[in-house]
């Protein structure tokens, strides 16, 4: 499974690099909207494209499919694996910026065991996979293994922390969280995909959307974060289970989790004494 992921990796950068490395490219490929989606979120026609190359390299493979691009899909009538993928994480922003772009993709046992998960980082190429044996880091372009640094805050007070907040109902939300805005030693206010693998390499020390809350198929890339040493727990201290998940997931697509991650137990413990109810 590793080799396949890395190969969706390495195949999905290198689709998106000629625009990462020319802007007068990459406003080219956003003339296409296919659709607006809920949420308001866009649907460009990079995202099509890339939603087909990852569609076409799992085809030879037993599984049934998620994807936030087009929905569920088998590849066979009896499955080995269940595998749940966002080809672009952050279209909606990428008009903006690229920075926050990346492909997420999980992959399950039929008995819903989890497998392995990988995140991409569209900007820089870096790829994290988690799975049985820990958690690794690789260039996309080659498969070399790279280990990015990374240093982790003692504290809240010094911590780069990312929150979400994404609309106004959830900026009214947060009131509730200002002892904790207080305490942060930089915050950051965004999401995606791509935060995982962030809090993961320890570019940042804590993620969490205490207020809005991540649809699933969103969170299962925070296995990198509990295979890179990590604590990811909902706002009542129970731990992220991928596998149970997967199964309310497959049950309820619209469920909402609200994740508070951090890369220490202690900075989580520190987080959890205020957003836990």
Not at 34 to 60: E, M
Not at 163 to 178: D, H, P, S, W
Request: with cysteine; hydrophobic share 40%; proline share 3%.
């Amino acid at each position: 499974m590793k080799d396949l992921l890395l190969s969706l990796a390495h195949d999905c950068f290198t689709y998106m690099n000629p625009a990462l490395a020319n802007q007068a490219e990459f406003q080219q490929s956003l003339e296409t909207v296919i659709k607006v989606k809920a949420g308001d979120n866009v649907q460009f026609s990079f995202d099509v494209k890339l939603d087909k190359l990852i569609k076409d390299k799992l085809s030879s493979h037993s599984m049934r499919i998620f994807s936030e691009e087009s929905g569920w899909f088998s590849t066979v009538e009896t499955y080995d694996y269940i595998c749940v993928y966002d080809p672009f994480c952050n279209s909606s922003l990428a008009s903006r910026t690229f920075r926050e772009a990346a492909m997420g993709i999980s992959v399950f046992k039929a008995d819903y065991s989890w497998v392995a998960s990988l995140v991409l980082d569209y900007q820089t190429g870096l790829v994290g996979l988690a799975d049985e044996q820990g958690f690794s880091t690789y260039l996309a372009q080659n498969g070399a293994s790279i280990a990015p640094k990374s240093k982790t805050a003692a504290s809240i007070n010094d911590a780069w922390v990312v929150m979400t907040l994404e609309n106004r109902q959830e900026r009214i939300g947060m009131a509730t969280y200002f002892p904790l805005l207080q305490k942060i030693g930089r915050l950051v206010v965004s999401s995606g995909h791509i935060y995982w693998l962030k809090l993961a390499t320890g570019q940042i020390d804590a993620y969490l959307d205490p207020v809005g809350g991540e649809k699933l198929y969103e969170m299962f890339a925070a296995t990198l974060v509990q295979k890179a040493g990590g604590v990811v727990t909902d706002t009542k201290g129970t731990p992220f289970d991928a596998g149970a998940m997967l199964k309310q997931f497959i049950a309820d697509g619209e469920y909402i989790y609200h994740p508070v991650a951090a890369r220490t137990k202690s900075l989580h413990h520190e987080l959890l004494q205020v957003t836990a109810h």
